[in-house]
């Protein structure tokens, strides 16, 4: 038995066997090359594209001759094999990993995108047309690198204590949760998104596992983790784990997410019933990323976007429901959407920056579908992530009412008279220092002391070494919240806190 | 050399030619409005956009390279028929 000291992020106990998801080397935080391309072996990273796409090549030769008599589909399968074994897509593909130094399904991206832009390029519907071929074949391959679209989750099929070096927020559309008991990660700090995950579905979980830790244990050892004092015992003996259930788990942070009027934050439907039914007055944050990272071939629908709001605006039973506009970027990225590499993504276009700018169709969409679920459901209100200036909130403000103008004018009727309460999201020290003119033109103001503590103290959320300089932060949090508090006393709108950090 | 198929150099033919090669020794390259296509490379090929009609000049470079030009040509004489 060996027990590692990690740092407990959502208590509770749990055990079981360890499901160690292993990737085929790390993603940096925005999902692309950058920060630790060391860690990626270009050798290791060809090989394992070679051994997808022969992989995926003979099954697509298998289908072929399957397919017998049915010339069409034999033709197509063909030609798809010929494809996944094309020495040109080969070529590419090498070139990216070694010039980018990509992961091998990144790498797939890439090639598939240049020959699909080749194809396009093409003066001729049916040639044009191919590039869907390359894009079916290339997304075989890298379902066959990443394992089934599910990734290394997919192998995930009992329940588990999940392990890895770091979680992403995408990998947690690909896990079933009834399968995470919990979870176990070196990077990540309280308030990294996976912890604030495990938090609101009640799952233990630890961060700050050393990789070499990691290295030692085994898929199917046992594992006892207690999500409190961030004890990690790897295959304890009945005495050891008789020994660690009798010292009382305690308590960390604040577990009503520094509401102080039973607001609560949710990510998705069964979040927000499973909330209501716990007697909250309110949803005060409605993170909207979650129903993009869920969302398969594409971006969601306006349509499929209505069912989720009004849903989730139903299960509040008329209590509010502050729906917050995608915020990605950061940490966080969709599958289908890449966003180029930045050296400092939490610096760069991620929130209302990426909704103003290159996601502004997307922004519309979404905002059109919160007006409609608004339009049934009046307990709905909406706010703009990562607001550093007044002129961004009112282009903000505008696109709004411009989907409202557009939504009546299509004959949209709404059940309340009032327009929509719209909010500003206070996460940034622009947005603090601003927050008096913000509040003249806002019906309400959101503090996401999360991020604010992040970009007050100059230090990584995500990174447990700066976990004691974040932490000090209270005191300069302390300070920007009086001035927040102020601006909207003064203009007379509700101020409420949505992070997980709330100073005395 | 001229393109007669009605459907041009689609798909089906791209990779038939492509398997065809495959028995050569010799490297075949297609060249058509400045651009070149490695003929063992599908994606090469119908990145070209060879339509009925299209004039290509085909080459071949190896030890057999006379009788893959040969089977080339008689291969694109005969293609979709």
Known sequence: MRVCGCKGVSKGRAEGPVFIARRSCMPSGNGDV??????????????????????????????????????????????????????ALHDSVCA??????LRA???????????????????????????????????????????RGAGVFGALKEPSIVMAKEFFPSDFAKMDFSFVRGLVSCRGGYTSHASIMARSRHIPAAVGLSP??????????????????????????????????????????????????????AGSVEDVERAISEGAEGIGLFRTEFIFLHSEGGFPSEDNQVSVYSRAAKACCGKPLVIRTLDIGGDKQLPYFKLPAEPNPFLGMRGIRLSLGSMSDCFKTQVRAIIRAYSSFPNIAVMFPMIVSTKEFE????????????????????????????????????AVLLADELASE?????VGTNDLTQYLQAADRGNPEMDGIYSSGTEALKRALDMIFKAASDHGIRCRICGEIKPE | MKIISPLGMHAR?????????????????FSFRGKQADASSMLSLLSLGLKCGSEVDVSAEGPDEFDVLAEVEEFILHMDK
């Open chain 1, 34 to 87: 950058a920060s630790n391309s060391e860690s990626c072996d270009p050798q290791a990273e060809k090989r394992t594209f070679e051994e997808a796409a022969k992989a995926v090549a003979d099954e697509l030769h298998g289908l072929s001759v399957k397919s017998g008599i049915d010339v069409t589909s034999a033709g197509l399968f063909s030609a798809h094999e010929e494809m996944a074994r094309d020495p």
């Open chain 1, 96 to 101: 990216y990993i070694d010039g980018k130094r």
């Open chain 1, 105 to 147: 399904e990144e790498a797939v991206s890439g090639a598939c995108a240049d020959f699909c832009a080749r194809l396009e390029a093409l003066d001729d519907p049916y040639m044009s047309g191919r590039s869907a071929d390359v894009t079916d074949v290339c997304n075989r391959i890298r379902e066959r690198i990443t394992g």
């Open chain 1, 212 to 265: 070499e830790d990691l290295d030692k244990i085994s898929n199917g050892d046992t594992v006892f983790l207690d999500g409190g004092s961030g004890e990690v015992a790897i295959c304890p003996d009945e005495t050891a784990k008789a020994a660690l259930e009798a010292v009382p788990s305690h308590a960390v942070g604040d577990e009503n997410s520094g509401y102080d009027d039973g607001f609560v934050n």
């Open chain 1, 395 to 430: 282009a903000a403000k505008a696109t709004l009412s411009g989907c409202v103008e557009d939504l009546s004018g299509e004959g949209l009727e709404f059940v309340s008279k009032e327009p929509i309460s719209t909010g500003c999201m206070i996460e940034t020290p622009a």
């Open chain 1, 442 to 446: 806002a019906d309400f103001f959101s």
């Open chain 2, 13 to 29: 033919p791209a990779s038939e030619l492509v398997k065809m090669l495959r028995g050569c020794s010799s490297k075949v390259t």
